[in-house]
C-alpha cells in the first residue's frame, strides 16, 4: 500500500518534471538566429518549406527558394566555415555550398547552411576557411535538378544529414528583433494529432527579407519523413511578422483567430482544432 503510493506519487513528479522540461523546450530559441537575406531576389511564397514536391508527391520541399534570376549575386547569410564547396553537374543541388555555423543559444549544436543550384562559385572561397555573415558566394543559376533557375537555400540542424532539415522561416531571421513579432502554436486535426498539408494565412512579413505579395505559412506534407516545428511541440512558427491586430486564417477559412502581433516577442497562440 505504502509502497503504491509512493510509486504514484512518483509518477506524479515525473509528470511533472516532464511538463516543466517541455515547457522549458523554448521555440522563441528557435528564431533565435539573425540572419540576412542570400540574395535581392523575393522568396518563391507559394513554394515554402513542407509544400508538396510535386501533385503527385507526399513528401515535402526542403528548404525556401528564392526567385533568382541566372547571375544574382550570393551573399552568405551567417558566419560560418566552408565544409562543402562542390558541382554535382545536372543532378540534386548541381554546384553548391555548405556552410557549417554555430548558434548563440545552442553551444553544441551545429548550423549547416546550404546554398543550392548556382551557376558559379567564388573562386575566393576555399574549403575549411571560415567566412562572416555577407561574404559573396557566386552568382545563382539553374545547375543541378531544377526546372528553372532560383537559389535553393537550406538549413540543417545537428547534422550535415538530409534527415536533419528545419524549416528555414523561423531561422532566417530573429523575430525578437528589429521590431518584428513572431506566432506559434499547434494546429490540430479533429482526432488531436497534429495537422499536416494545411496553409495559414494573414500574417504580412518584413521587407528585408521578400516574400512576395502573398505570404501564408504552409504545416508540412503528410509524407514527410522531415522534421518540422513538432521538434518544439509547436507545429507551425511564423517569424519576422509585421506587427499589429491581425486575423489567422486556417486551412481556407476552416478557422480564424484573431491575435495581436507585438514587437520583438514570441507569442503562442492556443491550440486550434480544425473540423
Ligand atoms: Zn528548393
Known sequence: M??????????????????????SVSFSAYGG?????????????GYLYGEKLSS????????????????????????GKVITKA????????????????????????????????????????VGTTYPAGTYLGLSGASGNVTGPHLHYEIRMGANSWYSQRNPEGLLARSNSNNY???????LTSSGSYARNKRISGAT?????????????????????????????VNYYIARINTGNITLNYDNGARTRSVTVSSNTDSFISDVTLP
Open 33 to 45: 538566429i539573425d540572419m540576412s537575406s542570400p540574395v535581392s531576389s523575393p522568396v518563391n511564397a
Open 181 to 187: 513579432g513572431a506566432l506559434n502554436g499547434r494546429v
Open 87 to 126: 558541382d554535382l553537374g545536372n543532378s540534386s543541388y548541381g554546384k553548391y555550398y555548405v556552410i557549417e555555423s554555430t548558434h548563440p543559444q545552442y553551444s553544441t549544436v551545429k548550423f549547416y547552411h546550404l546554398y543550392c543550384h548556382m551557376s558559379s562559385q567564388s573562386s575566393s572561397i576555399t
Open 56 to 79: 503527385s508527391s507526399t513528401y515535402g520541399h526542403m528548404g525556401l527558394d528564392f526567385a533568382s534570376p541566372s547571375g544574382t549575386s550570393v551573399y552568405s547569410t551567417y558566419a
Open 2 to 23: 505504502q509502497r503504491g503510493k509512493l510509486q504514484t506519487i512518483g509518477i506524479i513528479l515525473l509528470c511533472i518534471i516532464f511538463i516543466i522540461a517541455c515547457a
Open 205 to 233: 512579413k518584413g521587407t528585408d527579407i521578400n516574400y512576395g505579395a502573398s505570404y501564408s505559412y504552409y504545416v508540412m506534407a503528410d509524407g514527410n519523413p522531415f522534421p518540422d516545428e513538432s521538434a518544439y511541440n
